[in-house]
């Protein structure tokens, strides 16, 4: 229903690269690690502190213990503000991990140059304010997001391949891991998963075109077949049924940075050291 016309993969061995000096986490308000509870007078970044980076990087550090995380996640980014400009986050001030002006690709790119051959690995989450965008445009006119779905799914696959190729000519080497979508639309599960199913294979499409790796969690938080199950599953990884907010809850950022840990590979860095 939701068919992309994002072309077929020419797919590139990914690469392998342990954990080096840094680990630049790349997206929006998932990278960050935001759980709306935390907004209190005076909060700062810092009390965002159990993201699926946090996750990852805790996992980096029994393979890599000084590891660096530079995490410029801004809650708002979308695929198209991640190149141009204007997250939402900074642009109101509000506290990032790693501040930066500008697009976020642009603060990217020269910490990339700046540290040759010291950042592996790279996380890219970006797909929720795509979506995000779509809903606002539409309405609750259920048609309209149907019908622009696929354009949200090229768009998307379009700007990420874009942002990958920068990346990539930047940082030849690195690891590079993007993670998938889940669908957090509780009692529309049949009209709405396979919007999310046909963004998570247009996104890996354009993942292995550029020699990176996908953590698809879609089969975790949406597992299918039975639609109480698909329930329970997702209003436990979100916090979307006890907090009205449709961010991973703990457990859920648990569960996506051991994923992103399992799709990099780093497990047989330990198996080694063992």
């Not at 990087?57 to 410029?72: E, G, M």
């Not at 991973?248 to 080694?272: I, K």
């Amino acid at each position: 229903m939701f068919a992309a016309s994002a072309k077929p993969a020419l797919a590139a061995a990914p690469k392998f690269n342990p954990p080096k000096s840094y680990y630049l986490a790349l997206g929006d308000s998932v990278t960050y690690g935001y759980q709306a509870s935390n907004i209190v007078p005076g909060f700062t970044a810092d009390d965002f502190d159990t993201g699926y980076v946090d996750v990852f990087a805790a996992r980096l550090r029994s393979i890599q213990p000084p590891i660096q995380v530079v995490n410029f996640g801004c809650p708002g980014e979308s695929s198209t503000t991640f190149i141009r400009g204007g997250c939402p986050a900074a642009l109101i001030g509000f506290p990032l991990h790693d501040a930066f002006s500008g697009p976020q690709l642009d603060a990217a790119l020269p910490f990339l140059r700046a540290h040759p051959g010291q950042v592996s690995p790279i996380t890219i989450t970006l797909w929720g304010n795509d979506v995000r965008e779509l809903l606002e445009a539409c309405g609750p006119d259920l048609s309209c997001v149907l019908s622009g779905a696929p354009a949200t799914i090229d768009r998307l696959a379009s700007n990420l391949d874009m942002i990958l190729g920068r990346l990539r000519a930047a940082a030849p080497n690195a690891e590079i891991l993007v993670t998938g979508a889940w669908d957090s639309f509780v009692g529309d599960f049949t009209s709405a998963d396979p919007l999310f199913m046909a963004m998570n294979a247009a996104m890996a499409d354009v993942v292995a075109r550029n020699a990176a790796r996908f953590a698809d969690v879609f089969p975790t938080f949406n597992p299918q077949g039975d639609e109480a199950a698909e329930t329970v599953a997702i209003c436990w990884l979100l916090l979307i049924r006890t907090e009205g907010d449709s961010h991973p809850s703990d457990v859920g950022y648990r569960v996506l940075g051991a994923a992103v840990f399992d799709t990099s590979g780093y497990a047989r860095l330990l198996e080694d050291v063992s």
